[in-house]
């Protein structure tokens, strides 16, 4: 391996490749530190050319390649072996904007650019990248794209598969595929940038991606809103999407004990409205005018009356500035540090079809609760999207790693209730290592079997991302 | 090839093979005529099954099939060679709606129903399938998925590609893959669906889809606007997007020529603005009240008051009633009707970046003039995805099939434009078999590689819908 080090440090410049441990280290473990490896080397090339020279490179020698953007992963989606044998190669230093239309509304970005960051590129060009979830700080680009990054918006964007029109991807054997169209309208054959988008990195590493855009935000309207169960929760969804679907940009979910858990852990958090066993957090925007300002605000505001009068409402808070906007958006974004400080928790990032809610939400939570008693069944997320994050905190005062060791029958409770209602195992964050497992009873025999025809027919030798989405024994084969 | 239908009749039954000429002359050419040619039999399935059963029969036998929704392909996309060796999989008896979801907005349908019924059946339940094209009386759900319709709301709504939760896809052996999933986010694997969708039956015989669906339209606000130039056409674009992007659910064009073809040769029709060089037909929608009703309209007449002060517009009408909205859109959906019945005409299915669409107008004019002098040139089209139908009819009086003759100089020339400014030969209508020639000099290499390696991966013996997409030379390595 010395000689393709060697060949990489020509490629590439001696400073892009990292074989020292302490430099590696923060390459090698995920986000959640659920996996760590020990990588040949992390490389860190500078543009596209030099990610095709290095991947030819390492084609050529047979190692693995482990693409890696902003390490955000919440399933191991991006960490080498711990045989020292695999090449984690890093998007983190292709960052430039290389492009943003106006009048298209399109921007061409480089893999290694933060999701925040792109979105404030957007927001100096007067326009909105309509993607936002909670680790945009780190995630980027490159991969956002190739897990199909869900979030707070896609109820009214689509994920991230819905804003490309064209990608630039390196291929497993160093080919670079050129496809960065600007076209909304482009029937020319297969649609390709929807094979690599979510495939994890194992069929292609996306090096720059053309993203749609949408007319910048001027003014929103913000609610916070106590509700009495999850069928209300559907009937007010249907209520705010029949008066104005365009101007509805989040429909969150956070469940009474999960707000709790906020109030209780972070400081300087308050609930807005009267206490409740179900929230909603609604955000409504507009691109127009002072006057259009207005106009939602009203709009809003008659629903949410229209609403509390037929009873789907207990409470509700219109945020009448931006400190109680943000105020409110604190509570739904500090769920996940509030578990973490609340001691021990399981995550569940499932879906469902909307109408299936309310059954999900109260089996899964009676399954729980029969395995361990006490147990904090804390779910919130996308209601809007029918992706909840069914997540489970340890009883109060009870023994982390005790409920940790319970960890596997309760998922297999949730997923259970889940599988009954046609949902997912994986609505958002992807396979990764960690749900490899689920693969073959979840989406075995001939979907699975579709899959591994793909990726045999675009990377043979299987070096790209090995030991993710496919479970052992099959890629194996 | 006796006992091969032998065995469909066998496994469909004798009235699902139809072998009579008589019988199976209406499948036998694309709608436009460009080809014909002569099936072994037509074949009918009732359900998946006997789809299923058909293509192992066909697979083993090593008959060729060509899946066959609607017909209405512009490119000649589900054609059967000349030989007699071939099987039309008619698709047009699979025609139950599934499943109707009010809750989740999503509708189950087979891939036999037209459009224009699935149309009905959502809008029977309160609900918007919100894709619409100028064939969907005939077009099929199969076929419109299978090319990835567009259409006028594509601007709002996306795609077809974009509609599409779920699939139910007979794959090239006969083997099933039941993707029919209902969820709005679920990351588990790659999008097989995205595969299918597009692929123009090469892959695959969708014989099922899960839709999404949109809240019913309770209210529109239309309006046909004169302006002077393409560039005003952009900004108005623009302003109505800042506005309310949500509720503009169409922004389609005409040109001042194609006007004129309409109302010379389509009875009944009468221009509501004074003349222009471009016309713009926008329609506006909402979901709401009555009181979302009003200020729907409100805020069209509003943009519009605003667009006409900045000189954007030269005109504008507003339809007062349901009679106008129709007469409005009559004149935009009469375009190929009025073209055809003006002598003959070239079509040109092309796409660019929006910034481009006033260069386009100005080269694509100029080298069609310079080609044919009083040509006359009748662009329109779906100008908010940058889609247009550079149409080129003959010059007043002349021969037809002179002009004819001239067909591919001035296809060529409209080309050169097109790929110039980075845009797509076949923006929505698909390649078909009329543009596989087209592929090599503009999907080839590494692109074109891609989808043959995925084509060998999913139709190891080519045996789904030969000869499209795909140019002759590289069907036959």
Not at 115 to 132: F, N, R, T
């Amino acid at each position: 391996m010395t000689s393709l080090l060697d060949d990489l440090r020509v490629a590439l410049g001696d400073s892009a490749v990292l074989t020292d441990p302490g430099e590696t280290a923060g390459y090698s473990s995920d986000w959640r530190r659920l996996y760590s490896g020990r990588p040949l080397a992390v490389i860190r090339p500078r543009d596209t050319a030099g990610v095709a020279a290095a991947v030819k490179l390492c084609a050529e020698a047979g190692v693995s390649i482990i693409p890696q953007g902003g390490n955000t992963s919440m399933v191991g989606g991006a960490v080498p072996s711990d045989d020292g044998s695999e090449i984690v190669l890093s998007l983190e230093r292709m960052r430039a904007l290389r492009e943003i239309d106006t009048v298209d509304l399109t921007m061409t970005v480089e893999a290694g650019v933060t999701l925040a960051a792109a979105q404030a590129m957007a927001v100096e060009a007067g326009m909105l990248l309509p993607l936002s979830i909670s680790s945009e700080g780190s995630a980027q680009i490159g991969g956002v794209l190739a897990t199909n990054a869900g979030g707070n918006n896609t109820l009214r964007f689509g994920n991230a598969r819905d804003l490309v029109l064209g990608l630039e991807v390196v291929l497993a054997d160093g080919q670079i595929w050129q496809g960065l169209r600007h076209l909304h309208k482009d029937n020319t054959g297969y649609a390709l940038r929807q094979i690599f988008v979510g495939s994890e990195g194992t069929l292609g590493i996306i090096t720059a991606a053309v993203l749609r855009l949408q007319p910048g935000v001027t003014a929103r309207a913000t609610a916070f809103c106590a509700l009495p169960s999850v069928e209300q929760a559907l009937a007010l969804l249907a209520r705010l999407r029949a008066r104005d679907a365009g101007a509805l940009h989040a429909f969150e979910y956070m469940s009474g004990g999960s707000v709790d858990l906020v109030l209780a852990e972070i400081e300087g958090t308050a609930c807005p409205v009267d206490p409740a066993p179900h929230f909603i957090l609604v955000d409504c925007a507009t691109s127009g005018p002072q006057a259009a300002a207005a106009s939602l605000a009203d709009m809003l505001e008659g629903v949410l009356g229209e609403a509390l009068e037929a009873g789907e409402l207990t409470d509700a808070a219109l945020a009448q500035n931006d400190a109680q906007r943000l105020a409110f958006w604190k509570i739904r974004e500090e769920h996940a540090e509030a578990q973490k400080r609340a001691g021990a928790s399981i995550k569940n990032d499932i879906s469902v079809p909307l109408a299936a809610l309310p059954d999900l939400m109260q089996a899964a939570t009676a399954a729980c609760q029969a395995l361990v008693p006490g147990i904090r069944i804390a779910p919130f997320g996308h209601l809007g999207d029918g992706n909840i994050h069914f997540n489970l905190v340890q009883p109060e005062g009870a023994d982390g790693a005790g409920f940790l060791a319970q960890s596997d029958a309760l998922m297999d409770a949730v997923a259970d209730v889940v599988q009954r209602l046609s949902g997912s195992f994986s609505a958002e964050h992807g396979v990764g290592r960690l749900k490899t497992g689920m693969m073959k009873s979840w989406r075995g025999g001939v979907e699975l079997g579709l899959m591994q025809r793909i990726k045999a027919a675009l990377d043979p030798a299987s070096l790209l991302n090995p030991r993710v989405i496919f479970p052992a024994e099959q890629a194996e084969d």
